[in-house]
T-cell receptor, first 114, second 116 residues
Framework: DQQVKQNSPSLSVQEGRISILNCDYTNSMFDYFLWYKKYPAEGPTFLISISSIKDKNEDGRFTVFLNKSAKHLSLHIVPSQPGDSAVYFCAASAFSFTGNQFYFGTGTSLTVIP | AAGVIQSPRHLIKEKRETATLKCYPIPRHDTVYWYQQGPGQDPQFLISFYEKMQSDKGSIPDRFSAQQFSDYHSELNMSSLELGDSALYFC???????????????FGSGTRLTVV
């Protein structure tokens, strides 16, 4: 059962506009959330994270919003640039003493059109 | 900074052969994860190891086995290779839980396996 879901497999946005990528989760024990960016034939790279004690975290053009009651998080990219074109995965984790285990969504392919 | 090292970067094997992929995690990381990404697909979780013990198992075929050694490096052994095993195999590592989860996993660059 998919505990982390990204319901939009793809998204196209004009350069300079805002990109909004969404992610939903089902496990209320999740308390850490991350976004990864992945280019073809490369490993995913960490982008930004947020813990459940916050509802917003910002890093430059990237902002992640967390709505715990709705079990929803989103990644905003403003302004979008062509180099942002990639697949974005959200991931969630619940604390465990026996190793970190993150559950990944299925990804959203973002295309930023110049 | 040290990253997750995977070897080899590319591997070509024939059907029914055996392949071994290696992963060297970031120093002090105690958990290793293996993922398989087929052509046009999202990465699929295969298996993970915490402190040299299997911690979680995903969609890993019975023909595959893996282990984590005393120096924390991990090897994924794949036998009776099939054409469908051709994929990009990623390894990731993460630090101990008490160090926090702010940065999640660090992924390697992957091993591209081609079965012919």
């Amino acid at each position: 059962d998919q505990q982390v879901k990204q319901n939009s497999p793809s998204l196209s946005v004009q350069e300079g506009r805002i990109s909004i990528l969404n992610c939903d989760y089902t496990n209320s024990m999740f308390d850490y959330f991350l976004w990864y960016k992945k280019y073809p034939a490369e490993g995913p790279t960490f982008l930004i994270s947020i813990s459940s004690i916050k509802d917003k975290n910002e890093d430059g053009r990237f902002t992640v919003f967390l709505n715990k009651s709705a079990k929803h998080l989103s990644l905003h990219i403003v302004p979008s640039q062509p180099g942002d074109s990639a697949v974005y995965f959200c991931a969630a984790s619940a604390f465990s003493f026996t190793g970190n285990q993150f559950y990944f969504g299925t990804g959203t392919s973002l295309t930023v059109i110049p | 900074a040290a990253g997750v090292i995977q070897s080899p970067r590319h591997l070509i094997k024939e059907k029914r052969e055996t392949a071994t992929l290696k992963c060297y995690p970031i120093p002090r990381h105690d958990t290793v994860y293996w993922y398989q990404q087929g052509p046009g697909q999202d990465p699929q979780f295969l298996i993970s190891f915490y402190e040299k013990m299997q911690s979680d198992k995903g969609s890993i075929p019975d023909r595959f086995s893996a282990q984590q050694f005393s120096d924390y490096h991990s090897e994924l052994n794949m036998s009776s290779l099939e054409l469908g095993d051709s994929a990009l195999y990623f390894c990731a590592s993460s630090p101990p839980a008490w160090e926090g989860r702010a940065y999640g996993y660090t992924f390697g660059s992957g091993t591209r396996l081609t079965v012919v």
